[in-house]
Nanobody, 124 residues
Framework: QVQLAESGGGLVQAGGSLRLSCAAS?????????MGWFRQAPGKEREFVAA????????YYLDSVKGRFTISRVDAKNAGYLQMNSLKSEDTAVYYC????????????????WGQGTQVTVSS
């Protein structure tokens, strides 16, 4: 089992950057989990943003963030990150870190562990 906590959200102008962090704790080793980032905008369903496999060898992205967002992890620090560049107003949402055993998935229902979320607001 693992507990997750996000940080790094805030208010930024369009075109700016933010780096979200996800701190993991608990009895299980974070390195055994695939980590994902999801987001939920007001009135919309939660959507997949990015994922990185337990080995860090493979990454996956929502098409609309490819080339702008980068997911990474440092298992020695029990931490994951989402670097967000060239932010757009449509990126405004609550961002969640999540973890699952096994391979990656874009389905939120396959992720067993979630953080509390961090708000990202992009002003145009």
């Amino acid at each position: 089992q693992v507990q997750l906590a996000e940080s790094g959200g805030g208010l930024v102008q369009a075109g700016g950057s933010l780096r979200l962090s996800c701190a993991a704790s608990g009895r299980s080793s974070f390195s055994t989990y695939t980590m994902g980032w999801f987001r939920q905008a007001p009135g919309k369903e939660r959507e997949f943003v990015a994922a990185i496999t337990w080995s860090g060898g493979s990454t996956y992205y929502l098409d609309s963030v490819k080339g702008r967002f980068t997911i990474s992890r440092v298992d020695a620090k029990n931490a994951g990150y989402l670097q967000m560049n060239s932010l757009k107003s449509e990126d405004t949402a609550v961002y969640y870190c999540a973890a699952k055993y096994g391979g990656w998935s874009s389905s939120q229902y396959e992720y067993a562990y979630w953080g509390q979320g961090t708000q990202v607001t992009v002003s145009s």
